[in-house]
């Protein structure tokens, strides 16, 4: 009998967790569906992840007659896990993550992960701890080989990004190229961009790279200050896409297009500074990236505090979501770029074959359809040879050997 | 096995009511202030005379804001006591005046949900006592620089689309319940406390003071595009009409403000600011209103650390050397006149400002202005500024019957200090020195004085040339709340670890 009542006791109790646990830790939980119609889309905590919570939002996934679960996920690792094996058919992801999964850096090699569409450009940031406050200041990168070399005597020095191969890793390789710091004589290490203020507090790290809020956030509470912002290191480069498992790039075609066209939607409305200070309040809720939206609406409109007495920097180029489709636009030489860095970093060993990669992974006829019906233009720049703003060495997407034999390494 | 199972979900489910509980929680706001501001004043708000002493206090605003939001609905009350440190006239005494009042009271209901695309991003309809706060504050604005802060009973229709929003408000005031008859309405309060001693009649008044308007509607329309915004107000205010002897009669005198604002940012750093507004058809004592305001100002980022601006305000005033029927005197309505027109609240405030403190006799105001900002700290932001006041119409001299005085008022220099000790403690330090002329003392020699110098031709005696003020001001607003849901928030990572633990022991081995 007492056995009976605990069996009871237990069922009864684990039925009211099932039912309340959803709730809790995600978006709000949706009504039992069909299987096959819902699309689960993923995110990580960032602000660049407002495309897809605000389409959400919106209502804009059902304007366009497709219902969508949006779901909070831990790391960039869960995300590329869950891409892969068909629990999310989409998410929020970094735009290097299907190049360094498919080249075995960030995942096993081979596997396919596809880009539909950019989310956005720009919007990131290297933020230092505050141990280094007055001995590097904002975009002084000549400061920050000496500093480095310095913290080096009393301990080793740790940056961190958010996936090997991601665009934070590749952020963060570049940073320290063109500041003439040695690629190993620092330790890099991999946390999840929700963990990076948290980990600088307890000194776990001494850099990071990763999207906003979170170097906002380090500012705001005195744990490091912004060093500089990605749109520095290259104005307007490619940052977040919609990525999606491949069997429902193939099976679901036209669904996905409609995703797009959603998504599409938000990112225009996105680009009004109107509507932004609305949305920072949105995606900062616990169930999106729980962070204080004044720090979200600050760097989403480029306002940026610097930390360590630096004073405030606004910017012209900050995180946009369409410029009338120049960010969304996916490039294959944006995709032959990373790999190339790959190879330059020493990431790979020989080079892959870039333009067959960059085909086969990068669904830019797709996204062709998506613009023309939505009449937004499809930019003539792909393909062809360009520099970032901090380091001017010309890369040439038909021609990556050349530019990795005079590239900083 | 099955006990420690067991075990695991109590506890799991113990948590999610918590984490559950937190949901409700963040629904709820709860906040608190305490201001305390120590003020030194040899000349705060008009120029004192030779034999005066400067006063020193400290006054106390206690405020304790509850929140609570739904999904059609939003709550929102803040209790508020303010008085002066030692002012209580016993523990046991009740005559010290009625100092704890409901500074905000009121309920939003929404009719459309914000979160989801439709017409309209919002529709509301916001009911009770509130602060009606619009753009920078100059003509409705919370006035939070006075600790009694501003507010109004009021009904205000909300509505935002896109980058547009429409506010539609209106309020009628009542002296109190009537049994079945009447309307007439006399203003609370009909006096205020003077600077110095004894409670003195309020001037026939502006900015809340003295006798408050009857009823009012407005209608309030802004549209942002880009970082830049621009505005329209229109706002009707209707007095009882006066007759003799401090009494009212029926029927009402209906002031119209109208015009708007453009707040402009250049390249993303510098901001623009332009105004202008129009104030026409009566004034409350019925005199016809033809007045306007006009205003430009700049702020442009130096650096990361440095923004300097300079500007000019222009309120029309009447021409004191004549009596004229119409009255040209902007009122610059319900706004917040301390961050305007020089910190020592010279102007448009409580202290009386025309010949022989007569406002209707007002000349208005010229106001040119250097602003500065300087980020010394992350924490610590230095900020002066430099004004220079004209009387913006002619200034009647008294002794000298045809003559007028020089336009020129002064000269005022205000510096604050802005300390953020923590998040929740900040520290403000400021010094004002006006460097006052001869045509300004004229001007506010308000009350007595001027009263008895005009009609009983006894000399005036001249007020010293300059005023000073100093304060120091902290203020702690601790979120009540903040702390139980960052105690909450850990509970739920609690939750998501045990939950994995829990699925770790249900797998099969």
């Known amino acids: 009998m007492k056995n009976l009542l605990n069996k009871i006791g237990v069922t009864f109790l684990l039925a009211i967790v099932l039912f309340t646990l959803p709730s809790v830790t995600n978006a709000p939980a949706s009504e039992p569906k069909e299987k096959h119609s819902v699309i689960k889309l993923g995110f990580i905590p960032l602000t660049d992840c407002s495309p897809i919570v605000m389409a959400k939002e919106y209502g804009l996934f059902k304007k366009y007659g497709v219902e969508v679960e949006v779901s909070k996920e831990a790391s960039w690792a869960n995300v590329r896990d869950k891409i892969l094996t068909g629990e999310l058919d989409g998410a929020h992801c970094l735009f290097g993550m299907p190049f360094s999964v498919y080249t075995g850096i960030g995942g096993k090699a081979g596997s396919e992960m596809k880009i539909a569409m950019i989310l956005n450009v720009n919007g990131q940031a290297i933020t230092l701890s505050k141990d280094f406050c007055g001995k590097v200041g904002f975009k002084q990168i000549n400061k920050v080989s000496p500093a480095i070399s310095e913290k080096t005597k009393s301990k080793e020095v740790i940056v961190a990004a958010t996936f090997p191969g991601g665009t934070h890793d590749i952020w963060m390789r570049n940073w320290l190229a063109v500041a003439g710091v040695n690629q190993n004589s620092v330790k890099q290490i991999t946390i999840p961009p929700p963990q990076m203020v948290a980990n600088m507090k307890v000194g776990n790290m001494d850099a990071f790279c990763v999207g906003e809020p979170w170097n906002g956030v380090a500012v705001k509470q005195g744990v490091g200050f912004t060093q500089i912002a990605t749109q520095d290191m290259w104005k307007d480069h490619p940052e977040k896409a919609l990525v999606v498992n491949k069997k429902f790039s193939e099976e679901r075609r036209e669904d996905l297009k409609k995703v797009m066209m959603a998504i599409i939607e938000a990112c225009k409305l996105l680009d009004k500074a109107g509507n932004r200070k609305q949305s920072a309040s949105i995606i900062g809720k616990v169930s999106y990236v729980n962070a204080p939206s004044d720090v979200i609406d600050n760097r989403l409109a480029g306002i940026y505090d610097l930390g360590c007495d630096q004073g405030q920097e606004v910017y012209k180029d900050y995180m946009f979501f369409h410029k009338n489709g120049s960010v969304n636009y996916p490039r294959k030489a944006h995709g032959i770029w990373f790999m190339a860095q790959y190879v330059r970093f020493g990431l790979l060993d020989a080079a892959p074959d870039y333009k067959a990669i960059a085909d086969k992974l990068i669904l830019q006829d797709l996204y062709k359809e998506v613009a023309a019906e939505m009449k937004i233009p499809i930019p003539a720049d792909d393909m062809k040879p360009f520099s970032l703003t901090f380091d001017k060495t010309v890369f040439d997407p038909s021609n990556p050997e050349a530019y990795l034999k005079v590239c900083k390494k | ?509």
């Open chain 2, 1 to 509: 096995m099955k006990k420690r199972f067991l075990h695991k979900v109590l506890i799991i489910l113990t948590l999610c009511l918590f984490a559950l509980e937190k949901e409700g929680f963040s629904q709820l706001l709860i906040n608190a202030q305490l201001r305390t501001r120590t003020e030194f004043r040899d000349g705060q708000g008009t120029l004192p005379l030779p034999h005066q002493t400067p006063s020193v206090f400290t006054s106390q605003r206690t405020r304790l804001n509850i929140g609570y939001g739904m999904e059609k609905l939003r709550l929102f009350t803040s209790i508020q006591d303010i008085r002066v440190w030692g002012q209580d006239a016993s523990t046991i005494s009740n005559i010290d005046g009625n100092k704890l009042f409901l500074h905000e009271a009121w309920g939003e209901i929404v009719f459309n949900d914000t979160t989801y695309f439709k017409t309209f991003k919002n529709v509301s309809l916001k009911l009770g006592r509130q602060e009606l706060v619009y753009d920078d504050e100059r003509l409705l604005g919370g006035l939070n620089w006075l600790q009694q802060g501003r507010r109004h009973d009021a009904a205000v229709l909300k509505f935002a689309k896109g980058t547009w929003t429409a506010d539609l408000g209106a309020a009628f005031n009542q002296q109190r319940e009537l049994k079945n008859t009447g309307n007439l309405y006399y203003g609370v309060p009909g006096t205020q406390i003077a600077t110095d001693s004894a409670n003195v009649a309020a001037p026939a008044g502006t900015n809340f003071i003295g006798t408050m308007y009857k009823s009012m509607q407005f209608l309030y329309i802004s549209k942002e595009i880009g970082f830049s915004k621009a505005t329209f107000l229109l706002f009707k205010d209707d007095f009882q009409k006066p007759i003799a002897g401090g009494k009212f009669t029926k029927g009402t005198n209906s002031r119209v403000t109208v015009g708007g604002n453009i707040f402009g940012t250049l390249m993303r750093k510098h901001k623009i600011d332009a105004s202008f507004f129009y104030q026409g058809n009566k004034d409350k004592l019925g005199n016809k209103m033809d007045a306007y305001m006009a205003s430009l100002s700049t702020m442009f980022a130096i650096d990361r650390k440095l923004s300097l601006g300079l500007g000019g305000d222009y309120l029309s005033g009447n021409n004191t050397t004549k009596s004229g029927e119409v009255n040209h005197r902007f009122d610059p309505l319900y706004g917040t006149p301390h961050k305007f027109w020089g910190y020592m609240d010279y102007f448009y405030v409580a202290d009386a400002y025309g010949v022989q403190g007569n406002v209707s006799r007002n000349p208005g105001l010229i106001d040119l202005f250097l602003k500065s900002r300087y980020k010394l700290k992350d924490n610590l932001l230095l900020s002066l500024d430099v004004h220079e006041f004209y009387a913006g119409n002619k200034v009647a001299d008294e002794t000298a019957p045809g003559k007028t005085l020089d336009s020129r008022l002064g000269t005022e220099f205000d510096f604050v200090l802005n300390y953020n000790f923590t998040k929740q403690i900040g520290i403000e330090a400021g010094y004002s020195l006006m460097l006052g002329t001869n045509t300004l003392d004229r001007l506010k020699r308000g009350g007595n004085q001027g009263a008895i110098a005009a009609t009983a031709n006894v000399p005036y005696i001249n007020k010293r040339n300059n005023g000073n003020w100093a304060y120091l001001m902290i203020t702690i607003r601790p979120d009540l709340l903040g702390q139980i849901n960052d105690k909450l928030a850990s509970l739920v990572k609690s939750v998501d670890g045990l939950r994995k633990d829990v699925d770790t022991l249900n797998q099969p081995k």
